[in-house]
């Protein structure tokens, strides 16, 4: 069987190239660096030991992007889950019109962000259209637009982020929701429980693999916001985010790139330990609601 | 009088249009400054009353300002989707058919960066990129994403549903390895492989960090990063913004009409990841 080994490794081929030169090289290059004062201009580089993670943790734009990437996570997914839950529950039953409202909910997620994010900043501007919704709810908006006050500009965004998530999750749940056996509401129907007996007895233990499931993708992505942020405020009016910092500190004016690397391996940890959290509590047998 | 069905899916209907209506407004708003008159100041009432021009869609595809943008980001979506069914095919079937220690350990890896965060990267694939002298060319925007894990995760678990007497019996009349991939099992794997052009399609057309971290020539812009730059110039209005943005996501809407039951079936058969 020799030549069926050989034939396996040319087809394996073009991943195990990909992973070497794209993967695994820039991921243990950048642990190294990380520990290192190499930047772009600099000649050559000198080791600092922990001298990076020590600076990081008393550097103040760091610390605002940290805080700042938990209030974005912490705020927007709670909320997504949420809303896309009750979507797919509207749209699940079988009504006239019902793939119109489903397509329409999920074409957000695919447009692309960078213009999202345009849009948004147009229609959060002064005197745009969400400023004229503020103001006819009784709310006074932002002077200088949602986008340029710090009290509103991070969550103007997370809002546009949650609009733009949520038809995507939706999808998801739907599906989760198709895996129920009907039999179950059947029995239930017969033992006499009523539909919200129902609801909270079979429909949301039996989703609750697809909604941890969800908050796993989602959160190792919301960990990682930055686009929107590069488009829509370029860090400014506190809504720098981790890996907003890691662009600006590692690819802008200074290019640092051994200490962006170690902001990238701080962040890193973080999003491995919730996702080893959640990977945990997606295995318990017994439900967590 | 009203039946208490009847009530609660008339209920049901208000809700979901006016959650539709909140959905589908600004891409709409969009669509409608894109064929507005450029340089005027745009206020809220006019969605309805203001008049309606092509003019900003032809001074972009008069200039360079769109039409290089547009070609560089169908040329790199056009390679790497290309790239991904080929590749995807190639090692996906060796890790189906093949079972090798070496193969246990690369579906391994495959998993492992399939859940990494991605950000870890930015620094040491610019770094690799400026050494290597591919920064700022074609190579760099197309190179690292020529096969995807979620590509070869999909295209594997579709080959394992599929029996192999085929392929036995083509290898029976003396066909090769590579003949049996490329007429027996590629034509086999249609549907997992156009699920997976789509996403991957998708997410290059769309994607904004890499391609603006690799390149800096105007040349080499795609359409994302060319557009998020414009933003914040002075020569630039909404309305030409706008339109340029229109012309980003028409592509994506169009294709989505035609293929929502593949595009769908690929979102539950995985979830993507950027």
Known sequence: MKSSKATALVLSLPWVLTFGVFWLFPILYSLVIGFTDYTLLGRGFNWTGLENFRLLFADPAFISALKNTFIFVGGTIPITTTVALLLALLVNRQFKGRGLFRAGYFVPSITSMVVVALIFTNLYQRGGYIAMLASMAGFTPPQHGFLFDSGSALYSIMAMDVW??????????????????????????????????????????????????????NTI????????????????????????????????????????????????????????????????????? | MVTGKSASSLVRYVIATVILAIMIF???????????SAGSSISIGDFFSSGFTLANYADLFAGDLITRPLFNSLIVGGVVTLGNIVFSLMVAYSLARYRLLLNKVLFVTVILILMIPAHIVIIPLYVLMLKAGLYDSYWALILPWLVNPIGIFLVKQYIESIPQSMEDAARVDGAGDFRVLFTIVMPLCKP????????????????????????????????????????GHQAIDWQHLMAGSSIAVLPVLILFVFMQKRIVSGITAGGIKQ
């Not at chain 1, 429980?193 to 908050?215: C, D, E, H, N």
């Not at chain 2, 600004?26 to 507005?36: D, I, Q």
């Open chain 2, 192 to 231: 997992a492989l156009a699920v997976l052009a789509i996403q991957v399609f998708f997410t290059n057309w769309n994607s904004f960090l890499f391609p603006s971290i690799l390149t800096t020539s105007d040349q080499l812009r795609t359409l994302p990063v060319a557009l998020a730059l414009y933003q």
């Open chain 1, 221 to 289: 992505k919301s960990f990682q916001v930055m686009v929107e942020i590069f488009v829509m405020t370029k860090g400014k009016f506190d809504t720098s985010t981790s890996v907003y910092f890691i662009y600006e500190t590692g690819l802008t004016t200074q290019f640092q790139f051994g200490y962006a690397s170690a902001a990238a391996y701080v962040l890193f940890v973080i999003i491995a330990l919730f996702s080893i959290v959640q990977f945990v509590l997606l295995r318990r047998r017994q439900p967590i609601w």
């Open chain 2, 26 to 36: 600004p891409l709409l708003w969009m669509f409608r400054v894109s064929v507005m």
């Open chain 1, 164 to 217: 733009m998530a949520v038809g995507y999750y939706m999808l998801i749940f739907l599906a989760g929701l198709k895996a129920i056996p009907d039999e179950l509401y059947e029995a239930a129907e017969i033992a006499g429980a009523g539909k919200i007996r129902q609801f909270f007895s079979i429909t949301l233990p039996m989703l609750r693999p697809v909604a941890l499931f969800i908050v796993v993708i």
